[in-house]
């Protein structure tokens, strides 16, 4: 079951390694798998129930598990997701960056449970999500995720399959040498290092697309898998894509990527919005103040961690702001927002996928580009 075709898991790990500049800014400090706020949390069990180093598995619910990515550790799942066991079967979340990493979760699942898995959903169709289908392909489980995830596979990484790699990077290359001072510079080379290992990942992977889209105009869904009602709703912000799964009768939600724990959110995307992602921010904050998140990215976290990310939005949106009314163009104002001190140890997986794209949106919201 863990070697899937056409790689084994050893060479893709030797290929993950280098995969290291995308996620150079993260550093290399093995990330907790729990925010401190919630590490006393009775529904959080303090000891893994599988634990590979690149990720970990903790229960958190009844019948209710978190896979927690660590980076520093490797790039063989990248995301976080989780799977939920009921009394008929089982729901697996996302499919990582990897076959391998699907594989990863699919053997811890085995671990707690026989019951059939039902489905796994995608939360959205970002790569490091998503290009580990292919082990629920060949697996034949079926694979959900929001109707536009197939089309937006297809567009943004089986496109890229066979393009010439040179003509793919040479704008980020030319961003790197017509760079106007060193920070410039030294974020279009870390955004070249990202942009590189996209291509180089969606040009060796066989990916699967969803076989059983979620059209969001009929969500919510309800889901039973004969334990406790579970909820699948289409929130905006991230990607265009994103669903999330909830467990009402035991507050947890996983996030996907509309939760970013201790780190920058990714906003490169063309369907990003920030205004929407800010009220779907909101919207998490109102709900019961004992909620559990399973983040896309980063330790689990209550909402403490929504709130820190929101007050991440309302940073950047008020820098943003600032730079606009003293006149700074768009094309400066990217390179010139300030991490301030309270979020230094936030992760960045890439400047321009994060900070850039924010500012980028932020100005277009504005009416200023
Ligand atoms: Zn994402």
Known sequence: ???????????????????????????????????????????????PIADAGFASVRKIGDGLYATISDTSKGFVTICNGGFLVGKEGGLLLEAYGSAPGAAFQMDTYRKVTQLPVTSALLTHYHF?????????????????????VPKRIMESYVAMQGADRAAFLAPAEKRVKDAKNDIAKQHAQGDL??????????NKTPVALPNHPLDPAKLPLNLDLGHFPIVIEHYPGHSGTDLIVRVPDQKVVYAGDLVFSNAYPACFDEKCTMSGWRSTLKTFASWDKDTLFVPGHGPVCGQAGVQSLRDVFDDLAMQADKMHKAGVPLSDATDQYVIPEKFKNFAVFAWGFCIAGAISKLYAEMGAV
């Open 128 to 148: 490091d999500h998503s290009m580990g289908s292919a082990f629920y392909g060949a697996n034949g489980i079926q694979l959900w995720g929001h109707a536009a």
């Open 1 to 47: 079951m863990n070697s899937i075709a056409p790689f084994t898991r050893r060479q893709f790990l030797s290929d993950a390694s280098r995969f290291s500049a995308l996620y150079a800014l993260a550093g290399v400090i093995p990330l907790p798998a729990l925010a401190s706020s919630v590490a006393d949390d009775p529904r959080v069990s303090q000891t």
């Open 193 to 202: 290092g990202a942009i590189s290992n996209v291509f180089d990942l969606a």
